[in-house]
């Protein structure tokens, strides 16, 4: 069946301008993880959807950071006023059930997103 | 803090030949340790899912090692193949927290001929 997709795969952007991110969950996945993976650094929390709410959002950097999915399935993540900083490649997960189960997170392919 | 550290950070080997990557971690109190191995330009992908009981795990030419005691985990690749190279990535989970894993920033495996 279909994985965890995301788009774009490449996202150039001009400081200071608004982007988002799709993910599109495995279907029937109930839990939707949102990640950053800078170059050199382990993947960095961003936030944590089961179904529609997210229970855990406490890894988004700032304010100008926000998600939010509908139905239960596609997510967006959205950087306003994106800055230098933000360049990074974006993961999405999403897993069966709830993240305090062992359930397995699978990943997309990341969205990399370089601002100039 | 939680932290979760791999060793080596990079590691170039001739196919053929076996290897063993390290993770140590800090996290606590621990649920589980993941090996992830992470192709250029794609997600991670789970190899192994080891808990506090197990000691030891196998996947095909991987096997994975967990000493909760001194809090250590290993990764064995058997016979490597061009095909292992690759980030490989070690993820330990909190019991106390229902959605964050910490992540260890990978060890960077290179298998040529």
């Known amino acids: 069946g279909a994985g965890v997709s995301q788009s774009p795969s490449n996202k150039v952007t001009e400081k200071g301008k608004d982007v988002e991110l799709r993910c599109d969950p495995i279907?029937?996945?109930?839990?939707l993880y949102w990640y950053r993976q800078s170059l050199g650094q382990g993947l960095e929390f961003l936030i944590y959807?089961?179904?529609?709410?997210?229970?855990?959002k406490s890894g988004l950097p700032s304010d100008r950071f926000s998600a939010e999915r509908t139905g239960g399935s596609v997510s967006t993540l959205t950087i306003q006023r994106t800055q230098q900083e933000d360049s990074a490649v974006y993961l999405c997960?999403?897993?069966?059930?709830?993240?305090?189960?062992?359930?397995?997170?699978?990943f997309g392919p990341g969205t990399r997103l370089t601002v100039t | 803090k939680n932290q979760v550290e791999q060793s080596p950070q990079s590691l170039i080997i001739l196919e053929g030949k076996n290897c063993t990557l390290q993770?140590?971690?800090?996290?606590?109190?621990?649920?589980?340790l993941r090996w992830y191995k992470q192709d250029t330009g794609r997600g991670p992908v789970s190899l192994t899912i080891?808990?506090?009981?197990?000691n030891t795990k196998s996947n095909g030419r991987y096997t994975a090692t967990l000493d909760a005691d001194t809090k250590q985990s290993s990764l064995h690749i058997t016979a490597s193949q061009l095909s292992d190279s690759a980030s490989y990535i070690c993820?330990?989970?909190?019991?106390?927290?229902?959605?964050?894993?910490?992540f260890g920033t990978g060890t960077r495996l290179q298998v040529t001929l």
């Open positions: 080891m808990t506090f009981s197990e």
């Open positions: 993770c140590n971690y800090t996290v606590s109190p621990f649920s589980n």
């Open positions: 993820v330990v989970r909190n019991t106390g927290t229902a959605s964050k894993l910490t």
């Open positions: 279907s029937g996945h109930t839990a």
């Open positions: 997960a999403s897993s069966l059930g709830p993240s305090d189960n062992y359930y397995e997170q699978y």
């Open positions: 959807f089961q179904g529609n709410s997210a229970p855990d």
